[in-house]
């Protein structure tokens, strides 16, 4: 094992850029949550690649992080000092690049802060499938060439994109550390607890069946999460709203709403526990709980040295 490689990537780029699909694709798990809208992920996810065979053998800790935005108060404020936390704990950076992205200065602003940090770096282009945006591979690249950035395209859609995988996994170790072992257990995917997991799932969920500003005022805190109940695991959730009008656009007519949210969360979590589970999901008003440390920290949405912006 004396070449073994490990290490934290970080995964780097705009809200939407594709950057949680492209962790569970690598990894070939669902650990991130992925939704259509932007400012999905809210704190850093592990995402967990080992392999020990062949001629390259490491351990990859992707790291999947918040878009990077601007803000200056309350959660955002908290995803912007996530994201770059991420850039000054990883190892290794991978800026990821949408071609759907419609300014070329927030791909400049991306790209000049991993420069900036002098971590080992490389890009992925994702979205390639997107015909109408064909001409940006070509902007990209070439930004990239004169940067002289190793690179590589992908697309979720087109199969033929995806034979990339084990050429990035590859090249991601290649500029690992040197480590002689792997630095978790080389049969775990993320160090995700499954009440975390559970959480992510139900906010997904939020996501499809709320809308306007609803998904980005909510959060999700697991209450009970029993796995030797009696007949089958009982999980106990909580949707936090911000707003008293917020619980019945939640809820919906006659709670019809929030039977969808569960009955498709419920079908998420027990693939990943692969068995059937109780999932019950109560939604509580705490006015503008973003604001409140206490619940912040719960959430995981709070780091000691940004008190001064989460006040
Ligand atoms: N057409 C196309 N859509 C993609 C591709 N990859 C991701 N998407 C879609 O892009 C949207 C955003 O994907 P995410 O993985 O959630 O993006 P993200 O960068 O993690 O977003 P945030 O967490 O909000 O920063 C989702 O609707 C994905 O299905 C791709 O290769 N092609
Ligand atoms: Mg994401």
Redesign the pocket.
């Known amino acids: 094992m004396s070449n073994f490689r490990a290490g934290f990537v970080g995964l780097i780029?705009e809200?939407?850029?594709?950057?949680?699909?492209l962790m569970n694709f690598l990894v070939q798990e669902k650990v991130s949550i992925?939704?259509?809208k932007?400012?999905?992920?809210r704190r850093r996810i592990h995402g967990i690649h080992t392999q020990q065979e062949g001629l390259v053998q490491g351990q990859i800790i992707f790291v999947d992080s918040?878009?990077l935005i601007h803000a200056k108060e309350g959660l955002n404020a908290f995803l912007e000092y996530e994201a770059l936390e991420v850039i000054r704990e990883s190892d290794v950076l991978v800026a990821?690049l949408s071609v759907d992205t419609e300014k070329k200065e927030t791909l400049e602003e991306i790209l000049n802060l991993i420069v900036k940090s002098k971590k080992p770096w490389f890009a992925v282009i994702?979205?390639a499938?997107?015909r109408d945006k064909a001409h940006r591979v070509l902007i990209l690249k070439e930004m990239l060439n004169n940067l002289g950035a190793k690179h590589f395209t992908?697309?979720?859609?087109e199969t033929e994109y995806q034979e990339a995988r084990q050429d990035i996994l590859d090249h991601a170790i290649s500029l690992l550390p040197v480590t002689e072992r792997p630095l978790y257990e080389d049969d775990i995917f993320t160090t995700e607890t499954l009440r975390q997991l559970a959480c992510e799932i139900v906010r997904e969920k939020c996501f499809e069946f709320c809308h306007q500003e609803i998904p980005y005022n909510m959060a999700v805190r697991s209450i009970l999460f029993d796995e030797h109940s009696k007949k089958v695991p009982h999980v106990s959730l909580e949707i936090l709203v911000a707003k008293e009008n917020h619980k019945g656009m939640v809820i919906g007519k006659g709670g019809e709403n929030l039977k969808k949210i569960g009955s498709e969360a419920r079908k998420g979590i027990e693939k990943i526990m692969g068995e059937k589970i109780f999932l019950d999901i109560k939604v509580t008003c705490r006015e503008n709980w973003y604001k409140n440390l206490h619940i912040m920290k719960e959430l995981g949405y709070f780091h000691e040295k940004n008190r001064t912006k989460n006040k």
Do not use: E
């Open positions: 780029g809200p939407n850029a594709g950057k949680s699909t992925v939704t259509p932007p400012q999905t992920t918040p878009g990821v994702t979205k499938d997107l992908l697309s979720m859609k």
